[in-house]
């Protein structure tokens, strides 16, 4: 445990770090030789600004911080993100995703449990209310990425998107309107039907017919190949399967999580840390991704608290995997990267981000980490 509360400490110290560094700019979704630089301009946005679908994950970052530390300079530097999350919101700036729920679930949901303050709540709410637009009558699926009327996103959604439900249940909790908990129940029940594989590999995207409803074809985008095993793809399924089964109450949601992650455990090599793609083996050079473990780990824990009956089990995996990446994805010191875990992968097949740090690996390894460390710690997600 020494070794863990150590790599935490110098995690909270590269936060601090990045704050004086960044403030309230946003940084890019990955590193370069190691070091974060602002977001880039596009278009209409200007260098440092919030954009994307990972800019949620250096506020979810603070709060964690402030939960393992108690510092106020996490928390009102969170806030500040916060803020600008709002004006993100109100202002309609690149919302034509399902990643509001990455998005929001961090930037206003977690405000609001932490302050209580109502206006982090209507920006929750409001942020549910517009990734609800994305729901796909009779396919029963959220759409993932782009307009709606894009004949070339329209019936697909990614397995990523199970980590957006959290944001409409959590909406349904608090409005009592059904319409979020029947999307959440419908979507997840589309995914675990289709993207999870016989064999308990994913599918990283599946399309539906947008007018029948039928389910048409698996593929990918990130993966070595459509019938390959995309590695974070099975992660956010051990995760998110995990979380939607505490949602819905459907059991096959729970078995669902466990066949993801019985597959990922099994395709590991021996160090544990693993491919960016599970068709790799040990002697592959193929690049690593750490993120995926970092997910994994997560998710593992969930299932610790969600499954008596495996529970020692999902815990032992757990430990076994972070320990891993603390020993092989862990900076040398604080002050060697920007970035809290190293080696990971943002998209492999387009050259983006490869052996890197990544914001998302970066945000779930010190989630791992405080799940760790805190006892009853309340998830965020």
């Not at 089964?245 to 395709?267: N, V």
Request: aromatic residues 12%; glycine residues 8%; negative net charge.
């Amino acid at each position: 445990m020494e070794t863990v509360t150590s790599a935490l400490t110098d995690a909270a110290s590269v936060i601090r770090r990045n704050i004086e560094r960044f403030g309230d700019a946003y940084v890019g979704d990955t590193t370069r030789d190691d070091r974060y630089a602002l977001r880039p301009a596009a278009g209409a946005f200007a260098e440092g600004q919030n954009r994307g679908w990972t800019t949620s994950f250096v506020p979810g970052m603070q709060w964690l911080a402030w939960d393992a530390t108690g510092d106020e300079v996490f928390r009102a530097q969170a806030l500040r993100h916060a803020e600008d999350f709002e004006r993100r919101l109100r202002s309609d700036e690149d919302l034509e995703t399902h990643d509001l729920g990455f998005l929001y679930t961090l930037a206003a949901v977690v405000p609001w449990r932490k302050t209580g303050e109502d206006r982090w709540r209507e920006v929750g709410i409001a942020a549910a209310e517009r990734l609800m637009t994305r729901f796909l009558e009779p396919a029963g699926i959220v759409q993932a990425w782009g307009d709606l009327t894009d004949p070339a996103q329209r019936g697909r959604t990614i397995i990523d998107s199970l980590m957006n439900m959290p944001l409409l249940t959590w909406a349904g909790e608090q409005t009592g309107d059904p319409r979020y908990a029947d999307a959440v129940r419908r979507h997840t029940a589309q995914l675990r039907e289709h993207i999870l594989r016989a064999d308990d590999s994913t599918f990283h995207t599946f399309y539906w017919d947008p007018i029948t409803g039928d389910p048409l074809r698996g593929g990918t985008e990130q993966g070595a190949f459509d019938d390959s095993c995309w590695a974070r793809g099975e992660a956010w399924g051990i995760y998110g399967f995990a979380l939607n089964y505490e949602a819905t109450g459907d059991a096959s949601l729970l078995r669902a999580a466990w066949r993801c992650a019985d597959y990922f455990l099994s395709h590991l090599p021996a160090d544990r840390i693993p491919y960016w793609d599970l068709v790799y083996t040990d002697g592959s050079d193929a690049p690593r991704d750490s993120s995926a473990a970092a997910i994994a780990v997560c998710g593992l824990y969930e299932l610790a608290l969600v499954d008596p009956a495996r529970a020692d089990e999902a815990r032992a995996a757990a430990d076994d995997l972070l320990d891993a990446l603390i020993a092989h994805a862990r900076p040398s010191s604080p002050e060697a990267s920007d970035a809290l875990l190293l080696h990971g992968v943002y998209d492999l097949p387009k050259r983006v981000g490869v052996d890197e740090g990544t914001l998302w690996g970066d945000y779930f390894y010190l989630e791992a980490l405080v799940r760790r460390t805190t006892p009853g710690w309340e998830r965020y997600w």
